[in-house]
């Protein structure tokens, strides 16, 4: 069984930076797809980045590309979110979720078939 530990959130000022950290236990292949997902209050879950486990491919949304990188240390199965010019509307907590690498939208929430519990994550202007 796959679990998944958020671990890194914080109350930041905008312009900061932050990285997320998330330790993967129980993948039992490399084909997965490890990725960040983001949910605000009272708006809908929302797709940040994906890395596949091999790490050669990568997507972000278009809200954060430029500002946000997302990577992965196999020898520690963690994935990392490292966040750079924070904006208030960065504001949310934040999720780590893998899926089996297969043709399908990395952004699609529904193919995600394990949740981390979630960190807060909150940028003051």
């Known amino acids: 069984q796959v679990q998944l530990v958020e671990s890194g959130g914080g109350l930041v000022q905008a312009g900061d930076s932050l990285r997320l950290s998330c330790a993967a236990s129980?993948?039992?292949?490399?084909?997965?797809?490890v990725g960040w997902f983001r949910q605000a209050p009272g708006k809908e879950r929302e797709f940040v980045a994906a890395i596949t486990w091999s790490g050669y491919s990568t997507r972000y949304a278009d809200s954060v590309k430029g500002r946000f990188t997302i990577s992965r240390d196999n020898t520690k199965n963690t994935v990392f979110l490292q966040m750079t010019s924070l904006k208030p509307e960065d504001t949310a907590v934040y999720y780590c979720?893998?899926?089996?690498?297969?043709?399908?939208?990395?952004?699609?929430?529904?193919?995600?078939?394990?949740w981390g519990q979630g960190t807060q994550v909150t940028v003051s202007s």
């Open positions: 129980g993948l039992a292949s490399s084909t997965y797809v």
């Open positions: 979720a893998c899926r089996p690498n297969f043709d399908g939208s990395w952004s699609a929430s529904w193919y995600y078939t394990s």
